[in-house]
């Protein structure tokens, strides 16, 4: 059964960064795209970033890119998610995401947006930004 623990939210200060870390378990992780999303007070879970299975693409919603930085440790079945300059409309719980195939599957290009291509979600990590 695939686990995810994500960890690292917390409260800052507008332009304050966090980095937060979602650990896997019961996969191949270096097998496994890997994604964010995040929800809002009152909103829907919005997708924001992603992963290849071989780290070399990424993809970045528009709101964030420039920002936050995905990166992974295969060693660790960890990704992280780099978060600079953050906003107030950054609060949100995030939530790390893995796709439903792995690289047998898609080739070493694929990122996954789609909330229909994920099948395990972690239990979500809070992220406070105050003004």
């Known amino acids: 059964q695939v686990q995810l623990v994500e960890s690292g939210g917390g409260l800052v200060q507008a332009g304050g960064s966090l980095r937060l870390s979602c650990t896997a378990s019961?996969?191949?992780?270096?097998?496994?795209?890997m994604a964010w999303f995040r929800q809002a007070p009152g909103e829907g879970r919005e997708y924001i970033a992603s992963l290849s299975w071989n780290g070399d693409y990424t993809y970045y919603v528009d709101s964030v890119r420039g920002r936050f930085t995905l990166s992974r440790d295969n060693a660790e079945n960890t990704v992280y998610l780099q978060m600079n300059s953050l906003k107030p409309e950054d609060t949100a719980i995030y939530y790390c995401?893995?796709?439903?195939?792995?690289?047998?599957?898609?080739?070493?290009?694929?990122?996954?947006?789609?909330?229909?291509?994920?099948?395990?979600w972690g239990q979500g990590t809070q992220v406070t930004v105050s003004s």
């Open positions: 995401a893995t796709t439903r195939y792995d690289r047998t599957e898609v080739p070493g290009a694929f990122v996954p947006f789609d909330a229909g291509d994920f099948g395990s």
């Open positions: 019961g996969l191949t992780f270096s097998d496994y795209p």
